[in-house]
């Protein structure tokens, strides 16, 4: 099975939810010996080396486009193009790769795809509470809408149960079949991050107990 990744919410210089999630989820992923990967993403610098690596490029295949990131959004935004699997299947200008069998999109904000995609919403906090964010990061929400990234979706997965309330209450009626397409699956302890505390830490904490 080959599986297209959008590594684009990977590429943020200061880690934070998504990032780290997404990179946990491929590494996890990349386990299994059956599956081939797609990446793809999009800057003007080269990707860092320690995402570059944990992506087993030797295995797997990586489509590096170089366009403006705002020509790109607003593209995205205003014709829903390029679509994300045509520009995996093009490098260099020329048709390369086969179509992906299905898409993961780790963030449902960024491009359109033309093939089964399994959507990742993480929360729909711009969606709840639109006064936090700047006027840019409300106008960006309703230009990359995610309902009809929702309506084409065969999996949609989202981190909680309330994440999946929040889904039922602003888009069961746009979205058919919403409640079936969901899966909650809650992230884990990622066991590399993961520092057992000392014998005499544990003592030190019964003992305040």
Not at 24 to 37: A, D, R
Not at 66 to 74: E, F, G, Q, V
Not at 120 to 142: S, W
């Amino acid at each position: 099975m080959l599986i297209g990744v959008d590594i684009r919410p990977l590429q943020e210089q200061v880690l934070s939810g998504v990032p780290i999630f997404g990179r946990t989820l491929i590494k996890k992923l990349l386990e299994q010996k059956s599956k081939h990967f797609l990446f793809f993403a999009n800057s003007l610098e080269a990707l860092p080396k320690e995402l570059t690596d944990d992506l087993n490029l030797k295995k797997n295949k990586l489509v590096h486009t170089r366009i403006p990131n705002k020509l790109l959004n607003i593209s995205l935004a205003a014709f829903g193009a390029p679509s994300i699997t045509r520009l995996l299947q093009t490098k260099n200008g020329t048709a390369s790769y086969t179509k992906p069998d299905i898409f993961l999109s780790l963030n449902p904000y960024f491009g359109s795809v033309q093939t089964k995609t399994i959507e990742v919403v993480h929360d729909l906090t711009p969606r709840i509470y639109p006064e936090f964010f700047t006027a840019k990061m409300r106008l960006a929400e309703k230009c990359f809408g995610i309902t009809k990234k929702l309506q084409k979706a065969s999996k949609i997965v989202v981190l909680s149960y309330s994440t999946a309330g929040d889904l039922a209450y602003f888009y069961d009626k746009s979205v058919k079949n919403l409640e079936q397409k969901i899966v909650v699956i809650p992230p884990g302890l990622d066991f590399d991050f993961l520092i057992p505390p000392l014998n005499e830490e544990l003592e030190r904490v019964r003992r305040e107990l």
